[in-house]
């Protein structure tokens, strides 16, 4: 299982699940902060023990300063086949208030798909609001949690 959270703020392009949206705010982060593929990084790392995102992919380094995160996620799936582990299935819940996520969702199984070398219909997305309801609901920030099955 992962879990990720990033502030919305201004100036900052929104970028979910590899792909960017239009939107008035963007999230805050060394990366560019997708936190829909930084669940799924860590759900892959905890799910092959091999730590979390943090660890492999510091938001102290420069390397990963404005990184992609597709570039991280294909480097997680590098990194639990160095133990023998392919991508099974992910599924994984947006919580945002706004933007309106649903019609983004196939675009993002496609860009994830190619990304990890799976079919799209390994990849379940889903996005929830919290009722207005907490930071989410304020629209302060957007969350994300994965589950991830691999195999060897």
Not at 26 to 49: E, F, P, T, W, Y
Not at 99 to 126: F, R
């Amino acid at each position: 299982m992962g879990y990720d959270v990033h502030q919305l703020v201004e100036g900052r392009a929104l970028w979910l699940g590899g792909i960017r949206l239009e939107h008035s705010l963007g999230l805050l982060g060394h990366s560019d902060a997708d936190v829909l593929i930084h669940a799924v990084c860590d759900a892959l790392l905890g799910a092959a023990n091999m730590r979390d995102i943090g660890y492999h992919f510091p938001d102290t380094s420069a390397e990963t300063l404005d990184m992609d995160s597709k570039i991280i996620l294909r480097k997680t799936i590098e990194l639990i086949a160095t133990k023998g582990y392919q991508v099974g299935n992910i599924d994984v819940t947006v919580c945002a208030e706004r933007p309106k996520l649903n019609p983004h969702i196939p675009a993002m199984q496609a860009c994830l798909a190619e990304v990890m070398g799976v079919d799209p219909d390994c990849i379940s997305i889903k996005a929830t609001t919290t009722e207005r309801l907490g930071f989410t609901g304020r629209e302060e920030g957007i969350s994300a949690y994965a589950v991830a099955l691999i195999y060897s």
